[in-house]
T-cell receptor, first 115, second 115 residues
Framework: SQTIHQWPATLVQPVGSPLSLECTVE??????LYWYRQAAGRGLQLLFY??????ISSEVPQNLSASRPQDRQFILSSKKLLLSDSGFYLC??????????????FGAGTRLSVL | AQTVTQSQPEMSVQEAETVTLSCTYD???????LFWYKQPPSRQMILVIR??????QNATENRFSVNFQKAAKSFSLKISDSQLGDAAMYFC????????????FGQGTRLTINP
């Protein structure tokens, strides 16, 4: 069965420090991958999505970037964190029959606090 | 642009009773998908139910059902026989089919179950 792993679960970083969040999907191939951010008490906002290795699309201009170095690996990065980057970051995937059904599945998320 | 609106920031219901959560959306597309996701305190996003816009029949999943009114662009979620484990944030979401299948989320409704 397919599973998705996100780490770390919680992260506290100082302003101006770099960031790297990782998401890995197991049990499937060629997934669509997504990074969402959830601000406190709000819904999710799509940040980046990828339909293949090295293919990244950005939804909103921001201080973050994404990369997909391998088929089932999606990384969210920043060179210098801002206070406004704090939030809950969720990775999601879809592939195969679930992509045909338009169903996305989410990881457990990373809570990022920038101080 | 597609938007999703959940007008009820909070709802509460007595255990074993029925509750309905509201959602409206705006789109010019004729073919799309709608979802309800549940986010318990663990913050894991869990798919509750999915509706295909071209299907007139309302989707049901056990105690969860929807009232899909395409002309009114309304997509409400009914939870029957509410259980304590149903307590969570509920998010309505619209899926953009074209391209990489992006989800647009509402702001969420916090559901409290009173014992």
């Amino acid at each position: 069965s397919q599973t998705i792993h996100q780490w770390p679960a919680t992260l506290v970083q100082p302003v101006g420090s770099p960031l790297s969040l990782e998401c890995t999907v197991e049990g499937t191939s060629n997934p669509n991958l997504y990074w969402y951010r959830q601000a406190a008490g709000r819904g999710l906002q799509l940040l980046f999505y990828s339909v293949g290795i090295g293919q990244i699309s950005s939804e909103v201009p921001q201080n973050l970037s994404a990369s997909r170095p391998q088929d089932r690996q999606f990384i969210l990065s920043s060179k210098k964190l801002l206070l406004s980057d704090s939030g809950f970051y969720l990775c999601a995937w879809t592939s195969g029959p679930d992509r045909a059904k338009n169903i996305q599945y989410f990881g457990a998320g990373t809570r990022l606090s920038v101080l | 642009a597609q938007t999703v609106t959940q007008s009820q920031p909070e709802m509460s219901v007595q255990e074993a009773e029925t509750v309905t959560l509201s959602c409206t959306y705006d789109t010019s597309e004729s073919d799309y998908y709608l979802f309800w996701y549940k986010q318990p305190p663990s913050r894991q996003m869990i798919l509750v139910i999915r509706q295909e816009a071209y299907k007139q029949q309302n989707a049901t999943e056990n105690r969860f059902s929807v009232n899909f009114q395409k002309a009114a662009k309304s997509f409400s979620l009914k939870i029957s026989d509410s259980q304590l484990g149903d307590a969570a944030m509920y998010f309505c979401a619209y899926l953009i089919i074209q391209g990489a299948q992006k989800l647009v989320f509402g702001q969420g409704t916090r559901l409290t179950i009173n014992p």
